[in-house]
């Protein structure tokens, strides 16, 4: 996997888009060659949601939730319920890690084709809690931050699985 930061042009569409594959495939790197029992391992005592397959579906998750249920209005397909509200977290214990990466990378595939057809200017079409309507650009920018945040847990669960680290 060829990573980078540096978009091919410094505009900000350009900018914005890069930062967020880089850190979506930086989350894919930190999973590369893991065994599927380090995969669903969760090794913090006090986390016990906190596994590679669970931040991989929570990612892949709240990418859709900010996509195509803010920005694009459109139901709420997620996994989560009222009784188990982080069960996008939970049921990947259950699936193959192989599989939810797969998923996260078809996902992404197609949000690159969303954000490219839209302007960055252009508002979600539902409120977030506090009433307002957030842009493509904020929406772009609040995932870059979100993802960036859970590489640096998807790397101390990395190096507690099986002593791998790296960039």
């Known amino acids: 996997m060829t990573r980078t930061d540096v978009p091919a042009t410094g505009d900000e569409r ?28 969760a090794p913090l005592p006090g986390s016990p949601l906190m596994t590679l397959c669970g931040l991989i579906s929570h990612l892949r998750w709240v990418e ?14 997620g996994p989560w319920t009222d009784e188990d509200p982080d069960r996008e ?14 998923d996260y990378e078809t996902q992404n595939a197609r949000h690159r084709e969303l954000v490219a057809a839209h302007s960055l200017d252009e ?41 791998t680290t790296g960039s």
Request: aromatic content about 8%; some cysteine; charged content about 30%.
């Open 89 to 102: 977290m939970t049921m990947a214990v259950d699936i193959p890690l192989a599989e939810l990466l797969a």
């Open 123 to 163: 508002l979600a079409k539902r409120p977030i809690r506090d009433g307002r309507r957030m842009n493509l650009r904020w929406i772009l920018l609040h995932l870059i931050e979100e993802t960036a945040r859970h590489n640096g847990h998807l790397d101390i669960l990395r190096e507690l699985a099986d002593g």
């Open 14 to 41: 350009a900018s914005l888009v890069t930062f967020l594959d880089y850190v979506r495939d930086t989350a894919r790197m930190k999973c590369d060659g893991v065994s599927a029992e380090d995969a669903r391992g």
């Open 64 to 77: 859709a939730w900010w996509f195509d249920v803010i920005f694009l209005g459109g139901e709420d397909q």
